[in-house]
T-cell receptor, first 115, second 114 residues
Framework: AQSVTQLGSHVSVSEGALVLLRCNYS??????LFWYVQYPNQGLQLLLK??????LVKGINGFEAEFKKSETSFHLTKPSAHMSDAAEYFC?????????????FGEGTQLTVNP | EAGVAQSPRYKIIEKRQSVAFWCNPI?????LYWYQQILGQGPKLLIQ????????DSQLPKDRFSAERLKGVDSTLKIQPAKLEDSAVYLC????????????FGPGTRLTVL
């Protein structure tokens, strides 16, 4: 069964500092991987996705993530945090071969950006 | 382009009562999903429709939850009777098809069961 583990339920950074949100996956086949962001009282919005093309994926709002098969990781980064980045971030995996487009989400990481 | 619409946005009921949620997906999206998001957790898929057929309902508690998507467009999710542990945000999402396409999420319905 596929799963994702997000390390750190809460991450706090200063404005302008590097953002690093960690995600490790478990999948028996090459997965699709995603990062979503959720602002308070809103639905989820796709930041970026990995679907077996380039291992370094660039997304919206200056975020990017690198797929590392050897480490089974898909960490999300942003060079310089902005106050508007404060939100909850979810990593998700899809087993492309057996479950169609079902997404399995991690527990989420709440990002706080301090002025 | 209009996004995924859900109603109501908030609902408070007492345990053992019934409740229904409505979702209207993005026009032209064949696949519709219902997720349950319990506070502090990631969303969990309850049911997936392709047009008006069920693709995956393996995680739907069928003794109390039901869902339908008549005419392959909008959908309703019902809970009958509700339990305290059903308190959560119910998210609807849609995508163009089952081969991976981006899922677009609605704002959700926050259910509180007292």
């Amino acid at each position: 069964a596929q799963s994702v583990t997000q390390l750190g339920s809460h991450v706090s950074v200063s404005e302008g500092a590097l953002v690093l949100l960690r995600c490790n996956y478990s999948s028996s086949v090459p997965p699709y991987l995603f990062w979503y962001v959720q602002y308070p009282n809103q639905g989820l919005q796709l930041l970026l996705k990995y679907t077996s093309a380039a291992t370094l994926v660039k997304g919206i709002n200056g975020f990017e993530a690198e797929f590392k098969k050897s480490e089974t990781s898909f960490h999300l980064t942003k060079p310089s945090a902005h106050m508007s980045d404060a939100a909850e971030y979810f990593c998700a995996v899809s087993d492309r071969e057996t479950s169609g487009s079902r997404l399995t989400f991690g527990e989420g990481t709440q990002l706080t950006v301090n002025p | 382009e209009a996004g995924v619409a859900q109603s109501p946005r908030y609902k408070i009921i007492e345990k053992r009562q019934s409740v229904a949620f409505w979702c209207n997906p993005i026009s032209g999206h064949a696949t519709l999903y219902w997720y349950q998001q319990i506070l502090g957790q990631g969303p969990k898929l309850l049911i997936q429709f392709q047009n008006n057929g069920v693709v995956d309902d393996s995680q739907l508690p069928k003794d109390r939850f039901s869902a339908e998507r008549l005419k392959g467009v909008d959908s309703t999710l019902k809970i009958q009777p509700a339990k305290l542990e059903d308190s959560a945000v119910y998210l609807c999402a849609s995508s163009l098809g089952t081969v991976y396409n981006e899922q677009f999420f609605g704002p959700g319905t926050r259910l509180t069961v007292l």
